[in-house]
């Protein structure tokens, strides 16, 4: 790859230009110097929030960094301060702009998110990309953006930005009035680091990748095929499992894992075995014998839900590390699940990986469950309400 003096990298083989920017808060310089050392021939700018003693303001900054873009870039990325990329990180992204030139990309996806949970469910289906999600924010940490992508968004919010609204909700509000699709890479191509959140997002524990990809050996394969868009997808939330039904839509509905298999018809599946795995655990509380019980029913309905003739084995090793994040990503809102979960995490995967295959047995014995119809999903709640209303073991 060559290097031009504005800081962008045109690859040979093709005609993109990539441009780079590292947003940082000024308590992180060091770390995002860090950062912007380590990708190599990119070069890229670091851009300081413009008025740190404003409070908490992640879009001001985002701007900027979206306004670092080099003069002659096809395609700008921008990446925290508080992230950590896979191996051979800049190559990744140069074959992904190579085979996606149109596509905007987000590089990770938070494990107890619903695009976490998207990312599982096209793991299992032995696919390198997956649609984000409509109607939830768009994953900012490491995006990927084509230049038009880059001045939309520059035309669409004032230099001046005021207000408290995140990044996030911004770049899935915009990207999604053009109809602009983003995809994720699975497994991700970055990780969040540990440590003290500037936003306020310290209260939702740990915030770690759904499948990051030095955790595996299958490694990133940008040319390989995009996962359709999941319409159904297993989401557990402080230790409880909520189905987001009509996913692939803009207004997602939302169910327990009990009401969403009686409304299917399928009441009492698994029941039997997913007791017997439990038991064999030996949980030492009700309470932590409910989270076992979700933990295995996540990964049955994941299964249950994965597109006929796909059956990976349940200990391949990015179906194992996606379950890994099923557990500890499905905890991490609840401190008092989080540090048993942690402490147990082999035997809850491996309980995990027990949900999986009987999941798979029973899709293949009985099919996949077929989708609720429309007046059906209707009168079932918004699934926007997982966030300010989430149901808790405590209602079992």
Known sequence: MATDSAGSVSSPSSAAVIGAAVMAHPRRAAQAAELADGLGGWDPRVVTDPAPGAGPGALRTARAAWAAVAPDATHHVVLQDDVVPCREFAARVADAVRELPDAPLALYANWNSWNGAATRAAALQGAAWVPAVPGEWTPSLALVLPRADVDALLAAVPAEVTGPEPDDTVLARELGRRGRRVLIPVPHWVEHADGASLVGNDVYGPRHSACFADGTAEGPDPAGPVAAAPDVLVHLFK??????????????????????????????????RSARAVAELRPPSGLLGALCEEIWYAAYLMALHTPAGRAPSAGGDRVRLCLRSLVLGGTADRADLRRWARHRVEPLVALAEDGLRAGFDDREAYGRPSPLPPERLAALPDAALIWSRPLTLEER
């Not at 009509?246 to 969403?260: C, F, V």
Request: net charge positive.
């Open 239 to 272: 230790g409880r499992v909520q189905l987001v039904l009509a996913a692939d839509t803009p207004a997602p509905r939302r169910a327990s894992r009990e009401g969403y298999l009686r409304a299917a018809g399928q009441e009492g599946r698994g029941r039997g």
